[in-house]
């Protein structure tokens, strides 16, 4: 009997472990980019989906340092040192201003599991962008983040932020303002659960590298009041994080933590009575191989060198398996499922240098059918910035469409005019 309680409680407790979040997916115009791809995570499997730990900490920029327990982590962390969310990872998505952003929430980082977040972390959900001069070079964590989107407990249908994210299995969907100038952004979505308040406030935080073709030549100009510190845009005490979501009733209204919301909005200059057109600029950094034959989030497989004897075929069949254990090394939690597929190339040569057939690669060049988690179910519309109206990447204002109360004060937008723009989209990462 006192065995039985004690493999009882021991599955409470896992369940209980495993009743957290990560950010794993970003869609772009509903297009999905790839498990892992552009997207800052915690590398270790085992920790990936826990809380951040301390509100001054930097993980609160892009997520929570990884301890190294495992070979593959350690490997990892050897050749990227620091912590998992102030690394730049290889790939940067490209993305039109205005484009609809989705991101995906698991509880189970590489879905072998269903669920996003277990039903028990109800609270606000935020997005913040930050611009950034170089992904690898720019800090996360400190200054320039400001809020483009939030929600917190929604009185008409008694459900917070957390709650409908559930119901739409995971996905949260924004807009980018029209009106953010071309460059390289952090974008970053936030979840805050409130179980355990105000004693263990629980936020989950990822960033995603994005690169803006702008829809504005305006620059970027946000208020003093608008742009945060991460960490430092919240702190203990306060009642965003202090908030009893048991005693909702008597505690509304609720605002989410962070500053009010600010979403750039902007009439773009004209040319005798016409409209300019949306500025072009050329992505330079985090781009995907235009020769990359598969992806697996950050990593991506390249031909191995032509060979006509013998030992040029063994040869390229140790630099396809040295591909390999790169994959490996650099897999997120998301998984490794595409590093297995490049493996069956590799035996591929392997198996024709073992034969004789010493002319090769097989099949040169041949894009590999990657492995990818199913979308868990339909993306969602984008939510509704208070004061303003998203559809198509035009902005219009609209005072009865107030999603939230923005942060510790009531958010508010630029009362500009805006004016309908034309978009030069780039496409999506493959």
């Not at 829809?215 to 608008?226: I, N």
């Not at 609209?398 to 805006?418: C, I, L, M, R």
Request: charged share 15%; net charge negative.
């Amino acid at each position: 009997m006192h065995l039985q309680l004690s493999f009882t409680l021991v599955g409470v407790l896992v369940s209980a472990a495993r009743a957290h979040t990560i950010f794993t997916t970003l869609f772009i115009n509903d297009v999905n980019q790839g498990d892992g791809t552009c997207v800052r995570m915690p590398m270790d499997s085992d920790t990936c989906t826990n809380p951040i730990a301390g509100l001054q900490s930097e993980d609160m920029a892009c997520g929570e340092y990884s301890p190294s327990n495992s070979f593959r982590t350690l490997t990892f962390s050897l050749l990227l040192p620091g912590r998992d969310g102030q690394k730049a990872v290889a790939f940067t998505c490209p993305a039109p201003a205005g484009a609809k952003l989705t991101f995906e929430f698991r509880e189970w980082a590489d879905a072998s599991n269903p669920g996003s977040i277990d039903k028990s972390h109800a609270g606000p959900c935020s997005v913040y962008l930050k611009r950034v001069s170089n992904m690898a070079t720019t800090a996360a964590a400190g200054a320039g983040w400001f809020k483009i989107w939030d929600s917190g407990y929604d009185a008409n249908s008694g459900k917070w932020c957390t709650e409908k994210l559930i119901a739409d299995n995971g996905l949260l969907s924004v807009n980018l303002p029209t009106a953010l100038p071309a460059g390289y952004y952090l974008v970053r979505p936030e979840l805050l659960a409130l179980q355990d308040a105000p004693d263990d406030p629980q936020f989950y935080v990822g960033c995603a590298q994005l690169f803006v073709s702008g829809g504005s030549v305006d620059t970027l100009d946000v208020p003093t009041d608008r742009e945060v510190s991460i960490p430092g845009h919240v702190s203990s005490g306060q009642k965003s994080v202090t908030f009893n979501i048991y005693n909702s009733p008597l505690a509304l209204p609720y605002s989410p933590p962070g500053p009010a919301v600010f979403f750039p909005t902007s009439s773009p200059p004209r040319i005798r009575g016409r409209q300019r057109r949306a500025t072009t600029t050329v992505q330079t950094q985090g781009l995907i191989p235009t020769n990359c034959l598969l992806k697996n989030a950050n990593w991506c497989g390249r031909e191995v060198a032509r060979y006509t004897d013998e030992s040029g075929c063994w040869a390229a069949s140790e630099a396809c398996y040295t591909q390999q254990a790169d994959c490996y090394a650099q897999a997120p939690p998301t998984g490794d499922a595409n590093c297995e597929v490049w493996g069956l190339k590799c035996e591929g040569i392997q198996e024709a240098c073992g034969s004789g057939a010493w002319t090769g690669p097989p099949d040169a060049g041949k894009v590999l059918a990657a492995v990818q988690a199913d979308v868990p179910g339909v993306i969602p519309e984008a939510g509704a910035v208070a004061g303003i109206v998203v559809t198509g990447g035009v902005e219009s204002g609209d005072s009865e469409n107030d999603a939230s109360g923005g942060g510790e004060e009531s958010a508010s937008t630029s009362s500009e005019a805006p004016v309908a723009s034309t978009i030069v989209v780039s496409p999506g990462c493959a």
